[in-house]
T-cell receptor, first 113, second 117 residues
Framework: KQEVTQIPAALSVPEGENLVLNCSFT??????LQWFRQDPGKGLTSLLL?????REQTSGRLNASLDKSSGRSTLYIAASQPGDSATYLC????????????FGQGTTLQVKP | DTGVSQDPRHKITKRGQNVTFRCDPI?????LYWYRQTLGQGPEFLTY????????KSRLLSDRFSAERPKGSFSTLEIQRTEQGDSAMYLC???????????????FGDGTRLSIL
């Protein structure tokens, strides 16, 4: 059974710092991994999707890496801003047949001005 | 592309009542998913549709829960005889099927927050 874990559960950093969020999964047989952002009381906004054959994806100040063999992904946020404050969730897709996502518990990030 | 729309945004009801939520996916998205998210946790898969066919249901979806997507467009999720443990955010997501490529991101709505008194 696939399990996804995110560490740390919460993180507080001063504005301008670079930071890394971690995601690990127990079954390396995945189709892709997706990083989401969730603001309080809102739905999920897709940030990056990494296919199983890829090693990383970049979008602006965000960079996500994937090491399938070790069951790990990281989300790197450069030059953090207060507007980055949110909960970040990673999710893996284990089968092309269903497309269902298995989520981690999330990391709640606070960037202090 | 107006995004995934969910209605209502909030629902407060007494234990034992029935509730129904609606999800309108992004147009032309074949796949529609329902997830449930409790406070401090990541979303958990409930069920998904490909067009009008419900192809998978989680064990979390007890017999009090039923979902439909009658014309392959919008979907409804009904909970009968609600219980305290049903209090959660119910999220809907949709994705296209593009040329058999499984690597299509899911787009989420803002969810329906259910509170059981």
């Amino acid at each position: 059974k696939q399990e996804v874990t995110q560490i740390p559960a919460a993180l507080s950093v001063p504005e301008g710092e670079n930071l890394v969020l971690n995601c690990s999964f127990t079954d390396s047989a995945i189709y892709n991994l997706q990083w989401f952002r969730q603001d309080p009381g809102k739905g999920l906004t897709s940030l990056l999707l990494i296919q199983s054959s890829q090693r990383e994806q970049t979008s602006g100040r965000l960079n996500a890496s994937l090491d399938k063999s070790s069951g790990r992904s990281t989300l790197y946020i450069a030059a953090s801003q207060p507007g980055d404050s949110a909960t970040y969730l990673c999710a893996v897709r284990g089968s092309s047949n269903t497309g269902k996502l298995i989520f981690g518990q999330g990391t709640t990030l606070q960037v202090k001005p | 592309d107006t995004g995934v729309s969910q209605d209502p945004r909030h629902k407060i009801t007494k234990r034992g009542q029935n509730v129904t939520f609606r999800c309108d996916p992004i147009s032309e998205h074949n796949r529609l998913y329902w997830y449930r998210q409790t406070l401090g946790q990541g979303p958990e898969f409930l069920t998904y549709f490909q067009n009008e066919a419900q192809l998978e249901k989680s064990r979390l979806l007890s017999d009090r829960f039923s979902a439909e997507r009658p014309k392959g467009s919008f979907s409804t999720l009904e909970i009968q005889r609600t219980e305290q443990g049903d209090s959660a955010m119910y999220l809907c997501a949709s994705s296209p099927i593009g040329g058999g490529d499984p690597n299509q991101p899911q787009h989420f709505g803002d969810g329906t927050r259910l509170s059981i008194l």
